[in-house]
């Protein structure tokens, strides 16, 4: 396969391609062993989020490779750093933070741009949702863990991964919500936090400003 066509086949430029009748698909080492000879069975009739057409297969397990080393890298990163850290008794990690986040901004471009193009839905152009949709989607679900402000920053520009976000949430209910409900408590929680915060701030620095203001009378 010639490089040029290597680079349009393969846009992230970080996988393999291979030529086949359905198309030119990026492989990645799983994928081989599913085009191989597989050394499991799945039962792909209760496994529905599993398409069992090689092709779809191979596309549902390129993007589960990708959300690895990129957006889980991004999303993850962002809420350990700037979130759960304390209460883990570890530090704030500025750094590792703005790290993360610009790793989450270029996951939700190609996101955007890459995997949600197409006149379908879900990843891939697919007309329902996949494992992958399941997979990105629970990602993307503990920015909530953020305060609004930053969600808006993040998820404003991409008009497509939101409205993918609430298909997959529509298309699976009850469930996708019913998985995340301590996931909705902890959001809550970490918001009253950072709320009763602000709060104890204002009451340090207002009396403070005062003063201030009133000794130069």
């Not at 750094?95 to 379908?120: C, P, R, V």
């Not at 529509?170 to 995340?180: E, K, L, R």
Request: charged share 20%; glycine share 6%; net charge positive.
């Amino acid at each position: 396969m010639g490089k040029m066509v290597h680079l349009a086949a393969n846009i992230l430029t970080k996988m393999r391609a291979a030529s086949e009748n359905a198309g030119i698909k990026g492989l990645s080492l799983v994928m081989k062993k599913l085009y191989g000879e597989p050394t499991y069975s799945i039962n792909y009739h209760c496994c529905s989020r599993y398409p069992a057409d090689m092709s779809r297969r191979a596309q549902v397990d390129c993007i589960l490779d990708w959300h690895h080393t990129n957006l889980r890298r991004g999303a993850a990163g962002l809420i350990m750093n700037q979130v759960l850290a304390p209460s883990l008794g570890l530090q704030l990690n500025p750094n590792g933070s703005a790290e993360a986040e610009s790793i989450l901004k270029s996951s939700l471009m190609k996101l955007e741009t890459i995997w949600l193009t197409g006149s379908n839905k879900f990843l891939g152009n697919a007309r329902q949702p996949s494992i992958a949709d399941l997979s990105l989607a629970c990602e993307l679900k503990q920015l909530q863990l953020l305060d609004e402000h930053a969600i808006s920053t993040l998820l404003g520009p991409w008009a497509k991964v939101r409205s993918w976000l609430s298909a997959v949430e529509n298309t699976t209910a009850p469930h996708f919500a019913d998985v995340h409900l301590h996931l909705q408590y902890v959001s809550k929680r970490f918001k009253e936090r950072r709320h009763q915060e602000k709060s104890e701030q204002r009451n340090i620095t207002l009396p403070a400003a005062i003063s201030a203001q009133n000794s130069k009378l």
